[in-house]
């Protein structure tokens, strides 16, 4: 029996693995934080490191159209995700009729930098972690991957990638398709969105025949002024405007 030198400090519970054991209980937790001990202490280790390799298209399992070692061009992929930058081997599915790579990643959650031999990639949960903290706390850009950046490693952030470009373009193309998404766009729609076709609908903007009536120029006189003004994005104007009228008013 082999003995189990390696912990995973993200898995809850007591457990201790064999390098072979370590690389299947973590088949579909490739994110996972991997430690190994050393006769001393334990040490962080990574699972591409152990010989971990991600396979898409197969339920984790290798293609069966590929035999034999990796394919000399394979290189690691850099992964973005919510805990951390990560380094994995990732091996798409080489069948006949089989999807483009780039399409294989988005299939697997995974978002790639670029379409063609893309070598770096985030997950949708990060990208959908760094808009919620974009809105509600008013993270930067710059400040969400440092503290990925101090997930990763938090004595030598220096020596984590810099995907920091890389997640401004992905991050507004996320954005985008979301936006498509949400209005009915990301469907295989023919026809691509015009002007206005992306925006919010306001409820308390003044919209006749939606929230105030169709004649309102004649039985409203007095707002017109302020709606003209509101239109003009000119808010000190209709405040003046209010407040002008609510004098005249008081001398009536």
């Not at 029996?1 to 007591?14: H, I, L, N, Q």
């Not at 202490?41 to 898409?56: K, M, N, P, S």
């Not at 690691?76 to 990643?105: D, E, M």
Request: aromatic share 10%; net charge negative; with cysteine.
């Amino acid at each position: 029996m082999a003995e189990g030198s390696f912990r995973c400090v993200t898995c809850t519970g007591d457990h201790g693995w064999c390098c072979p054991c370590l690389i299947t209980s973590h088949r579909s937790l490739p994110f996972h934080q991997i430690q190994c001990w050393d006769n001393k202490c334990f040490q962080d280790v990574t699972l591409a490191d152990q010989g971990y390799i991600w396979y898409l298209g197969h339920g984790g399992e290798p293609c069966p159209s590929q035999t034999g070692p990796l394919p000399q061009d394979t290189t690691p992929v850099t992964i973005v995700h919510s805990s951390g930058v990560f380094t994995h081997y990732v091996l798409g599915c080489h069948c006949p009729g089989s999807n483009p790579q780039h399409l294989q990643l988005l299939r697997a959650g995974l978002f790639p930098a670029s379409s063609t031999r893309p070598k770096t990639v985030f997950t949708f949960e990060v990208l959908d972690h760094f808009l919620i903290d974009a809105l509600e706390c008013k993270t930067s850009a710059r400040s969400f991957f440092e503290k990925l950046t101090r997930l990763t490693n938090n004595a030598f952030p220096d020596t984590v990638p810099d995907q920091y470009r890389e997640l401004m373009r992905v991050s507004r193309q996320w954005r985008d398709l979301k936006n498509r998404k949400w209005f009915g766009f990301g469907h295989d729609s023919e026809s691509g969105p015009g002007p206005g076709d992306l925006a919010l609908f306001c409820p308390s903007c003044p919209q006749p025949g939606i929230n105030m009536p169709l004649c309102w120029e004649q039985k409203y006189e007095r707002q017109v002024n302020y709606l003209l003004l509101a239109e003009e994005n000119n808010s000190q104007a209709v405040a003046d405007a209010i407040t002008q009228s609510r004098l005249v008013r008081l001398v009536q």
